[in-house]
């Protein structure tokens, strides 16, 4: 049997009070598309937040190419990249400067000094910025200077150029109209047969979407639902039926 990417083995995680994930155990194998549906609140960034390793379990296991979280290094937890629904992005910096940011992972401590005096080579930076949409004109500005489109663009941005094996995505069409929802999503679920646009940019091969819009299930080909801190069901796409999101809806 083929090791999954990513493991959770009866995770639970308690904020304050309050369990905000309860008993979660998931798979994550190479090549998979998964929307994670529910509420706000079902405890869907919880999930993501453990699968990165920002947030540590009370209870239960992660595991990430087989090891355990905690015995991986900054290099291998690179291979995960992760798009924040508050973006996460550094306000004093320009938009190239924080595409580049998402190289911090692979890269020296000159090359972030460099990144923050600007002087540090922005060519890849534009290319991955052009390839989310994002026009010259911005590449320099300032990120409180651009709209929020704009920086939801160069936060996909930024995970993509890292260049990962898997991408985690909390809500990433927020603040897109339809057309540039439309052709985010199909760049985030491009197929391992076709990981290289015309730009030859690379695109993980893995990916799982935090979602509320049910009209953008096409192209996923797991589905997950939660509700209160649990999984309620996960399956293939091809298998969801109504009952199913009556369930977390």
Same mark, same amino acid.
């Given at each position: ?22 008993? *979660?155990? #998931? ?5 998979? $598309? /998964?929307? &994670?549906?529910? +509420? !706000? ?20 296991? *992660?595991? #990430? ?5 905690? $015995? /991986?290094? &900054?290099?291998? +937890? !690179? ?37 923050l005096l600007n002087i540090s ?55 897109l109209d339809p057309k540039l ?40 080909n797991r589905i997950i639902g ?24």
């Amino acid at each position: 049997m083929i090791n999954p990417l990513l493991e959770l083995k009866e995770v639970s995680y308690k904020n304050k009070n309050n369990f905000t994930l309860k008993n *979660v155990s #998931l798979r994550i194998k190479s090549g998979e $598309k /998964i929307a &994670l549906l529910g +509420k !706000s609140g079902a405890g869907k960034t919880t999930l993501i937040s453990i699968l990165n390793g920002t947030l540590k379990p009370n209870e239960g296991r *992660v595991k #990430l190419f087989n090891t355990e979280f905690d $015995k /991986i290094n &900054l290099h291998q +937890k !690179s291979k995960i990249s992760t798009i924040w629904q508050d973006l996460r992005l550094i306000e004093d910096l320009s938009a190239e400067q924080n595409v580049n940011c998402g190289l911090l992972g692979k890269q020296s401590f000159l090359f972030a000094f460099k990144n923050l005096l600007n002087i540090s080579s922005f060519n890849k930076a534009h290319q991955y910025m052009q390839v989310c949409n994002l026009k010259k004109s911005i590449f320099s500005k300032n990120i409180r200077k651009i709209s929020g489109g704009q920086k939801q663009r160069v936060a996909i941005a930024r995970s993509l150029i890292q260049e990962s094996d898997i991408i985690l995505a909390d809500e990433p069409f927020n603040n897109l109209d339809p057309k540039l929802t439309s052709y985010i999503k199909n760049l985030l679920l491009i197929t391992k047969n076709k990981n290289k646009n015309k730009n030859k940019i690379k695109v993980p091969n893995t990916t799982l979407i935090s979602l509320h819009r049910l009209d953008l299930l096409d192209g996923f080909n797991r589905i997950i639902g939660m509700k209160n801190g649990e999984i309620l069901f996960d399956l293939e796409k091809t298998k969801l039926k109504k009952y199913h999101l009556n369930k977390i809806y």
